[in-house]
């Protein structure tokens, strides 16, 4: 089951006509996005499109003027805690090592600092970060700075996190390798992902389904289903399949935009 | 070893101004270019300094005891204060000013009054201390509290952090650089406050004492007060910094990188 659809999947997260205004200003109109259960969806959208403003209502940070969000088909509009939410920016508190950063999800929900971090322990692993737990995050490089972010998403998350352009600060190389790990990673931990993203390569080599967020203000224009699945995707973006999903795509911003 | 070594390497030059100075004012004593009445020679007050020394160290320790309980209420007030401040603007707006006004008041003239009010005992001594000291704190924090990342506090608030959560475990230790920033200053503020309330009015301390030997002219005497003066004011600041160096281990490992890579560059 990796490519998913409504009918074979449980519905994880979902926006049902939210519109913002701010200061007068319409951001986004009628948006209504879903996320089934183990899926990875990505926003795609040129900037100020409102990707993050619909990001921050759906973390329930802020609350949208119209409309609702709806977690595994519970209303959460405006309740944060209940998604992970991580920014391009690692945010890896300086004063906090590495593990005291990832189990602060559970800190802050009131278990003791020692149960969290043994409760963090076995995904160090996981993530590539073993041996970094006693360090503090200026000891470690971007790529895994961004881990352990992900990895603390990950801990803070009822299983669906919200990612903010994760990648978009690291250099080329370091953005390629992190795809591969991420492909890799997501595999096992089964995390329903909702991937904000700018850059056309990265929403199709990673989604399951991307939503096009274009115009100001931003509407949802087109969805798109990327066929391959997500585990046999090694090389696709060399392949010509990838090269059509990416025409598609820029044909729409390009007209829209 | 290593680190002791490259702190050494590092402090030469100021060994050496040090005691550059220390050979032209002996020099200056020994030629007979400045009589001994007007500059007493580094020996004679080294002299002093020795023979002095059990009630140098007397009036020290009253004179170290203001300034640390002076110092430790101030940093208690500035904390709140800054607290207070930071939670709420109105409070801002209305203290922070009367703030700026109390440090513009001269301490020589608050002092009597102090002493007046208080009596001759330790109390309108510390009083003072702690209004020279809370000022550098208060306004450390203050700034800290404002500088911290609007997104790390995002970050918790999606973590559905509450408010005391969000101040421990962010807002507080990224004031902490700050806060010991101001705290150093207050260190050096805090003897020297004590010394001079003592000055106008009190019968124990390294001011009273002060006081006394320079009306009987005994320069020697007051040069030997001026040095452990000093010596008590850095022995201060280094308790600051150590307390600092504790506190924040994480810094020590930032600065540690950073010199690393100084080092690599300069190769």
């Not at chain 1, 360090?135 to 990950?154: D, E």
């Not at chain 2, 004012?25 to 009589?35: I, M, R, Y």
């Not at chain 2, 009367?98 to 005992?121: E, H, K, N, R, S």
Request: aromatic share 8%; charged share 20%; with cysteine.
């Amino acid at each position: 089951m990796t490519t998913s659809g409504k009918n074979n999947a449980a519905l994880c997260l979902s926006a049902e006509h939210v519109t913002k205004i701010y200061g007068g200003r319409t951001i986004i109109r009628d948006i209504s996005v879903h996320l089934d259960e183990g899926e990875l969806v990505s926003l795609l959208g040129l900037s100020g499109s409102g990707k993050t403003t619909l990001f921050q209502i759906l973390s329930g940070l802020s609350v949208p003027d119209e409309g609702r969000v709806l977690l595994k088909g519970e209303e959460m509009t405006g309740q944060p805690g209940r998604v992970g939410y991580m920014l391009q920016k690692d945010l890896l508190l300086p004063h906090k090592k590495v593990i005291d950063n990832v189990s602060l999800p559970m800190v802050l929900r009131g278990v003791k600092k020692e149960e969290a971090r043994r409760a963090a322990e076995p995904y160090f692993a996981e993530f590539g970060l073993d041996g970094t737990q006693l360090q503090y995050p200026s000891q470690l490089s971007g790529g895994m700075r961004q881990r352990a972010a992900l990895l603390r998403t990950y801990l803070a998350a009822e299983g669906v996190a919200l990612l903010d352009e994760p990648f978009s600060a690291l250099d080329m190389i370091t953005k390629g390798q992190m795809h591969a790990w991420y492909q890799d990673v997501m595999e096992r931990i089964r995390l329903s992902t909702l991937l904000i993203t700018h850059d056309v390569d990265e929403a199709i080599l990673l989604s399951d389904r991307i939503y096009l967020l274009t115009g100001s203000p931003g509407e949802i224009r087109h969805e798109l289903q990327i066929r391959p699945p997500r585990s046999g995707r090694k090389d696709f973006n060399l392949t010509p399949a990838f090269l059509d999903y990416k025409r598609e795509i820029l044909e729409i911003l390009e007209k829209r935009g | 070893m290593r680190e002791r070594l490259e702190n050494t390497r590092r402090n030469w030059p100021a060994l050496c101004a040090f005691c550059l100075l220390l050979l032209l004012w002996w020099g200056l004593c020994a030629s007979g270019l400045v009589p001994s009445y007007m500059l007493p020679s580094p020996q004679s007050v080294f002299l002093a300094f020795v023979n002095d020394f059990p009630t140098l160290m007397y009036h020290a320790s009253i004179s170290a005891q203001e300034a640390v309980y002076g110092l430790l209420i101030g940093v208690a007030l500035a904390f709140v204060m800054a607290a207070v401040m930071d939670r709420f603007q109105v409070m801002e707006r209305a203290i922070f000013p009367l703030m700026v006004v109390t440090q513009t008041i001269p301490t020589i003239a608050i002092a009597p009054v102090l002493v007046l009010w208080m009596g001759f005992g330790m109390a309108p001594k510390i009083t003072l201390v702690v209004i020279t000291t809370f000022f550098p704190v208060a306004v450390g924090l203050l700034e800290g509290f404002k500088e911290v990342d609007p997104d790390e506090i995002n970050l918790l608030r999606s973590m559905r952090a509450s408010r005391r959560q969000i101040f421990f475990h962010v807002k507080l230790p990224s004031t902490l650089p700050q806060f010991f920033a101001g705290l150093k200053i207050s260190a050096s503020y805090a003897v020297v406050g004590a010394v001079i309330s003592e000055w106008l009015g009190g019968f124990e301390g390294l001011g009273v004492y002060m006081t006394r030997v320079k009306k009987a002219y005994a320069f020697d005497k007051m040069f030997a007060v001026i040095i452990l003066i000093v010596i008590v004011s850095l022995l201060l600041m280094g308790l600051v910094d150590f307390l600092r160096r504790i506190a924040m281990p994480w810094n020590h490992v930032q600065e540690k990188n950073a010199a690393e890579q100084g080092r690599h560059v300069r190769m």
